[in-house]
């Protein structure tokens, strides 16, 4: 994808690699990104991809749930430029999970097998996993808009309460 150019989008739209990455984004139910640190924060490339594809109606980003992980052979594993991807995710209404993946000193972390070394590490990546999967499963209906009758009722159920919640703590003075 070329560098993205307000005045060019308007001109020509979007380009075919961002059309593409965006049937992609809106095919998906969730997405799962690994996202290396470039001078802590988030590669450029990819800034750009989610530029262009934020351009693209209805757009794909919103609702979308996204898992962020890294690996990296600093000690840090890359979580800096993971919470800097979080922003424009965010900012375009994806759903990103709480918990980001950083790997530190991946390039010894794994053994011959291909398995983690480090037993406790691979168990949480596991739970984050699995605690992601749900989520992205339990929203997915809602934020598709393909929730059964029962799953909208149960959506309207709990914006009601909310609603009520909100309503109890009256207004901000």
Request: charged share 25%.
């Amino acid at each position: 994808m070329p560098g993205y150019d307000g005045d060019g989008d308007a001109e020509h739209g979007l380009p075919s690699g961002a059309r593409e990455l965006a049937r992609r984004v809106s095919a998906a139910s969730a997405l799962i990104l690994a996202v290396p640190e470039y001078n802590y924060s988030i590669p450029g490339t990819l800034k750009n991809a989610i530029d262009w594809v934020s351009r693209a109606r209805p757009m794909p980003w919103r609702g979308k749930s996204l898992y962020l992980m890294s690996a990296s052979p600093s000690a840090m594993g890359g979580i800096r430029g993971l919470w800097q991807t979080r922003i424009p995710f965010e900012g375009c209404g994806s759903l990103v999970f709480p918990d980001m993946f950083a790997l530190p000193h991946a390039h010894e972390a794994f053994d011959d097998a291909g398995r983690l070394r480090d037993a406790a590490l691979g168990e949480r990546l596991d739970r984050e996993i699995t605690g992601f999967v749900r989520l992205a499963e339990a929203v997915a209906p809602i934020c598709e808009g393909t929730a059964t009758p029962k799953e909208r009722a149960r959506q309207h159920a709990i914006v009601a309460a909310l609603e009520e919640e909100s309503e109890l703590q009256g207004a901000a003075e």
